[in-house]
């Protein structure tokens, strides 16, 4: 069976994507990257045709910091299939907004490890 993950045609996107991330992706990577969570994350990770701001393979997990262009009804709607996606892989996705992770930084990251050791392995 071929592998989801990191598929290779994707690869220069993703490299893209960590070179140009957000303030608010920068913040948030500080406190989960290193297993500060007890957790390995990766950062700008592909899972089939969709990249996921933040993953942790162990506990099944993506981190996804939406900004503004979240809100518009199109965006939406390929968050909501997004996320189906993920779920039916078994795939828990949380998601903060930019000023949820740029305002309440510590509270984000108590959900995250809250997330973290109430799934299962």
């Not at 039916?88 to 930084?105: A, D, Q």
Request: aromatic residues 10%.
């Amino acid at each position: 069976m071929q592998s989801v993950n990191n598929i290779k045609s994707l690869r220069d996107r993703r490299k893209e994507l960590r070179n140009k991330s957000t303030p608010e992706e920068i913040l948030l990577w500080l406190k989960l990257k290193n297993y500060q969570t007890g957790f390995k994350f990766r950062r700008q990770h592909s899972i089939g045709g969709y990249i996921a701001d933040f993953y942790c393979p162990q506990k099944r997990l993506v981190i996804e910091i939406d900004g503004l262009q979240h809100f518009k009804k199109d965006n939406k709607e390929y968050d909501a299939i997004r996320s189906k996606f993920f779920e039916g892989l078994n795939i828990k996705v949380l998601r903060f907004t930019n000023i949820e992770v740029g305002t309440e930084t510590e509270k984000v990251v108590g959900k995250i490890k809250l997330a973290l050791t109430t799934s299962p392995d």
